[in-house]
C-alpha cells in the first residue's frame, strides 16, 4: 500500500509563517493526561485530570485538584463546565466502561447517564453542553478495546443528545467520533471523526435529530483530527494527535497549518501502521513531537481571547501560544439551567 508523499507544510502563520515552537509557554505542572481543557468566564483552567478529577488552574499559577471521592476509578477524558459553580460533567474513558458523571466542587461524584437504548455506555469520550443546554455526548467506538477501531475502514461510533426528551443516539456510523461543538450561529453541530481523518457537521431538526451531513475538511498524511473550537471570524481550530498540529479551517475552506510539532519518521510510522489496519497502542502512546506531547484540544482564553491553550495525551502541562485572531465565546460561559435535567437522566 503507497504511503501519500509528504508535503512540508507552507511557512506561514499571520504573517506568512508558522508559529514557532520557540514561541510557547507551558502553564500548570504535574497534571496526569491533561487531554481536555476549557476556559470559564473568570479565565480560569480546568482540565481533565486521570487521577480521577478535574484541574483548576488560576491566573495560571494557582492549581487545585477535585478528584472523586467515590470509590471508583474515573478516567476524565472530556468534560463540561456547569452553571452556577456546579461543578462539570466527566465522561469516563475506561478500559471496558463508560459513561458520564456528574462531578461537583467537593468531589462528590453521581452518574449522569449510564446506558441509552437499555444498553451500557462504552469508553465515552467527550461530552459538551450547548447554547440551548442540550447535552450532547459522543462514543468513539462500540468496540473493546478501542484501539481495534483505529483504522479507515471501521466506523461504528455515535452521538447521543440529551434534552427535555431525554437520551437518544441521534447519528451512527462515524468514523471514531471525537469532539463534538455546536455553532451558536449556524445552529450545526461540528465533528470530528478521528480515524475516518474528517471534520463534518450536522443540521440540528426543532426535535434534536442531526440530518444532511457534509464533510467540511478531509485530512491528510499523518493528521488526526481531535479537538475543535471556533474563533470569531468564523474559523474553525483543529488538534492533530500524532503530528502535534494545529489547523485552522477558515470559513471558506483555506486551511492554515498554525503550528506543528513533528518528525517525518514518526509521521510515516504511524501512518504505514494506519494505511495497513495495523495501529497499535504504541502508534498513539509514542512522542513524536519535540516539545508538544500529543495535542488533543485547544481553547482560546485571556481577556481579548487571543491566548490559545493546549491539552494533550502525553504531557503534564499545559501550552500555549498567542495569536492574531480571537476565539468566540464559549457555550459554558452562559449555560442553560442544568439540575432538573440532572434529574431526569440518573440512571
Known amino acids: 500500500m503507497t504511503i501519500k508523499k509528504y508535503l512540508k507544510p507552507v511557512e506561514y502563520n499571520f504573517e506568512n509563517k508558522l508559529i514557532s515552537l520557540n514561541e510557547l509557554n507551558f502553564v500548570g505542572k504535574g497534571l496526569s493526561r491533561p487531554e481536555c481543557v476549557l476556559v470559564d468566564s473568570k479565565g ?27 470509590d471508583f476509578n474515573l478516567k476524565p477524558n472530556g468534560i463540561a463546565i456547569l452553571k452556577g459553580n ?4 466527566v ?28 444498553t451500557a455506555l462504552p469508553p465515552t469520550n467527550y461530552v459538551h453542553i450547548d447554547h440551548l443546554g442540550r447535552t450532547w455526548i459522543t462514543v468513539s467506538t462500540r ?8 483504522r479507515s475502514d471501521h466506523a461504528d461510533g ?3 443528545l440529551v434534552d427535555e426528551k431525554g437520551p437518544r443516539i441521534v447519528a451512527e456510523n462515524l468514523g471514531y ?22 471534520l463534518s457537521f450536522f443540521d440540528i431538526e426543532e426535535n434534536g435529530s442531526l440530518s444532511k451531513k457534509q464533510t467540511v475538511c478531509e485530512f491528510e498524511f499523518g493528521e488526526f483530527p481531535d479537538g475543535l473550537t471556533f474563533d470569531v471570524e468564523g474559523g474553525i481550530w483543529i488538534t492533530s494527535i500524532v503530528s502535534n498540529r494545529v489547523i485552522r479551517i477558515a470559513p471558506d475552506g483555506k486551511r492554515q497549518i498554525i503550528l506543528e510539532d513533528s518528525n517525518l519518521s514518526h509521521l510515516d510510522w504511524v501512518e504505514q501502521a494506519y ?10 502512546d509514542t512522542v513524536g513531537g519535540k516539545i508538544l506531547k500529543n495535542i488533543s484540544s485547544l481553547a482560546f482564553g485571556g481577556k481579548d481571547m487571543k491566548t490559545a491553550f493546549l491539552g494533550c495525551l502525553q504531557g503534564d502541562s499545559i ?25 431526569k437522566c440518573i440512571n
Open 44 to 70: 480560569d483552567l480546568h482540565i481533565a485530570d486521570w487521577r480521577g478529577g478535574v484541574t483548576i488552574i488560576q491566573n495560571q499559577f494557582n492549581l487545585k485538584t477535585i478528584v472523586s471521592k467515590k
Open 86 to 89: 456546579d461543578g462539570w460533567l
Open 91 to 118: 465522561t469516563h474513558l475506561g478500559d471496558d466502561d463508560g459513561g458520564v458523571f456528574h462531578l461537583s466542587m467537593e468531589g462528590t461524584l453521581d452518574p449522569f447517564l449510564l446506558e441509552v437504548d437499555k
Open 143 to 150: 468496540l473493546c478495546p478501542r484501539i481495534l477501531a483505529c
Open 158 to 160: 455515535f452521538i447521543i
Open 177 to 198: 467520533t471525537n469532539e463534538c461543538i455546536v455553532d451558536p450561529l449556524t445552529n450545526r453541530l461540528y465533528l470530528n471523526e478521528t480515524f475516518g481523518r474528517r
Open 275 to 284: 494505511l495497513t489496519s495495523s495501529l497499535e497502542r504504541k502508534h498513539l
Open 319 to 343: 501550552a500555549t501560544f498567542r495569536t492574531e485572531i480571537a476565539g468566540a465565546r464559549p457555550a459554558h460561559w452562559e449555560p442553560k439551567a442544568f439540575k432538573e435535567l440532572h434529574s
